[in-house]
């Protein structure tokens, strides 16, 4: 890997800009393109027009720039069979095939999957009858159950119901109403366990499986894990209560298994395996699969990457990795998300973003998520709008940063700002909260 190398990344939020923020600092990588990128990503290389849906134009384009690594972000893309397509062609990408990514791309499967291979989580049952799944939640006990749609939802097609008209307009919602379009087809209702939650985000080549540090997003909208889920309102790693036995379990009871479990059903996964966990008094159970990074997981995790990011996808690519390739620096990292009013639900775009550049704090970096540069402006145009990432020594300095610096308030010309955004002020609290008790 003498040469320069080209890279294209797939997708457009903050996960996507912190992937090329990594990337950027590698020793091998001249030039990045992304696709479509955002208002951010524009500074770091070219961001082009295609959308990530769309596998034919992706592949014309990697053959006619000659990229010599593709990533993909999102989980729409791999579950389309993107990864299929471009190894038709030759072209290196990481990420798993269709076929694995049937882990998040289904639900059912993943639970099936995880039955046949021993791998723990939560009693299931699946459903293709409204009726049927009413009645076995109200055999199980409401307030005892999680609903969730089979497929693909944003992050949002997990209900926790507090009340039988709430349980009974969610599957309404999800397989009546298709709020989440196909994905609602099937409904899972499973056991509501209990416990912290963590991700656990892994390198592998389709042999050896390598975790980065643990790291804990937030999904509710509000503070407190109050409201509705979001896509993540942010996240920290690593994770003070995940013990260095709780890793070795997690290894050898789920990411081993996983992985040996798709080989022997002759299923070739490259690239990210993603277990979100739940640390119950029973051990770890496995509450969903993720076969891609983690927004906004992803942002805190390249902050913490000491390895190169190029080097590293290729060795997976190439069935060559070794756990001297994934290097942590010491310290910890927090993610923090701005988000336009109304997230959510429906959200206002197109107002411009205010004090970007004042930011002067150097530990700090700021991810762009749903922004558009127009002329000299940057403006909202999504759910999502930025991450606001600090490195630190441990997880309150961090938090700090942000909060005492650069999310100040009252807002004034040297905080960011934007009409009506919205942002938890609590991202770290478990972290936080462990620290304080030992």
Known sequence: MSLKKTVLIIGSG??????????????????????????????????????????????????????????????????????DEFEKEGLKIFGPNKEGAQLEGSKVFACDFMERHGIPYPRSFTFMNPDEAKKKLKKIGVKKSVIKANGLAAGKGVILPESERHAFDA??????????????????????????????????????????????????????????????????????????????????????????????????????????????????????????FGDPETEPLMLLLDSDLYELSMACI???????????????????????????????????INGLNNINKSNVTIFHAGTKRENNNILTSG??????????TNIQKACDDIYNHVLQYPFNKKSIYFPGMHYRHDIGWQALKYDKSN
């Open 14 to 83: 903050g996960r996507e800009h912190a992937l090329g923020w990594k990337f950027a600092q590698s020793s091998f990588v001249e030039k990045i393109y992304f696709a479509p990128g955002n208002g951010g990503t524009g500074d770091i290389g070219d961001n082009v027009t295609i959308d990530v849906t769309d596998n034919d134009k992706l592949v014309i384009f990697a053959k006619e720039k000659r990229i010599d690594l593709t990533f993909v972000g999102p989980e729409i893309p791999l579950v389309n069979g993107i990864v």
């Open 171 to 292: 599957i309404d919602d999800i397989m009546n109403k298709k709020i989440f379009g196909t994905a609602g087809n099937k409904v899972i209702i499973q056991d509501r366990i209990e416990g912290p939650e963590v991700s656990i985000i892994a390198f592998t080549d389709g042999k050896t499986v390598i975790p980065l540090v643990p790291s804990q997003d937030h999904k509710r909208i509000f503070d407190n894990d109050k409201g509705p889920n979001t896509g993540g309102m942010g996240a920290y790693a690593p994770v003070p209560f995940i013990t260095s036995q709780d890793l070795k379990v997690i290894q050898k009871t789920i990411l081993e298994p996983t992985i040996q479990g798709l080989r022997q059903e002759k299923i070739i996964y490259k690239g990210v395996l993603y277990a979100g966990l739940m640390m119950t008094r029973n051990g770890p159970k496995v509450l969903e699969y993720n076969v891609r």
């Open 318 to 352: 190439n069935g060559n990795l070794k756990s001297d390739l994934v290097k942590t620096k010491p310290g910890a990292s927090v993610c923090v998300v701005i988000a336009a009013p109304g997230y959510p639900g429906s959200y206002k775009t197109g107002q411009t």
């Open 383 to 392: 759910g999502r709008v930025l991450g606001i990432t600090s490195y630190s």
